[in-house]
């Protein structure tokens, strides 16, 4: 899941950035609403982390600038924690949900989690296909009741797949969600992750199909 952190705090943006990366996303961070409108026109994302107090163009600008060329993105917007009417502004133009500063860093995940369900219309956070699991609350996955140890991208990977069983994902959709955009991405990165996937899954696991020329496909049951 890539998501994406607007905040002109560099410390505090580091610092989500580093909490958020360890939960299992895939994150970029802008310090700018000119530079998030930029990125966000050209980039996908399952989901905006938005302060509201930037500097220049501010969070309800840069909210309403989204809106109204209907980016249906979820934001979770960041407020001070006596900002009550910035919080309902923020709701009224648009937001999903707000976090008040400060905050713990596993509310926050568990809200993007919560937010990033709900926009894919999928409230159970646990994902099935046959004997396997990925439980997207705690980050773990199962085979056969047996839990599998998988690396960040890895389980990116797999909980993209696991999200459209059956169906083709192209390789562009998953390195959009398993890369930031500044990361250099080897060409053969993502076959690298996917070989190793296969492997840990192996033999009692939902295959994974190549695709020539298109991406991947996890059979379904």
Do not use: W
Not at 22 to 36: I, P
Not at 113 to 135: C, F, M, N
Not at 205 to 221: D, H, K, N, Q, S
């Amino acid at each position: 899941m890539r998501v994406m952190i607007v905040e002109d705090d560099r410390s505090l943006a580091r610092g989500m950035e580093a909490s958020m990366s360890a939960a299992g996303f895939a994150l970029d961070c802008v310090f700018s609403g000119e530079e998030a409108i930029d990125v966000l026109t050209t980039e996908p994302y399952n989901l905006v982390i938005l302060d509201l107090g930037l500097p220049g163009m501010d969070g309800l600008e840069v909210l309403g600038c989204l809106r109204r060329r209907e980016m249906q993105t979820p934001v979770l917007i960041l407020t001070a924690r006596d900002a009550v009417n910035d919080r309902i502004a923020g709701l009224d133009c648009g937001a999903d949900d707000y976090l008040t500063k400060p905050f713990h860093p596993r509310e926050l995940a568990s809200r993007v989690r919560a937010l990033i369900r709900r926009s894919q219309g999928t409230a159970d956070p646990v994902l099935r296909i046959g004997a396997l699991t990925l439980d997207r609350s705690t980050r773990t996955v199962e085979l056969n009741g047996t839990t599998i140890d998988l690396r960040r991208r890895e389980l990116a990977v797999l909980e993209t797949l696991m999200g459209r069983p059956g169906k083709v994902v192209t390789r562009e959709c998953l390195i959009a969600e398993v890369f930031n955009f500044a990361d250099a991405v080897a060409p053969n990165a993502l076959d690298v992750y996917v070989s190793r996937l296969r492997r840990k899954l192996m033999p009692d696991g939902p295959a994974i199909r190549t695709i020539r020329g298109l991406g991947y496909m996890l059979e379904g049951e």
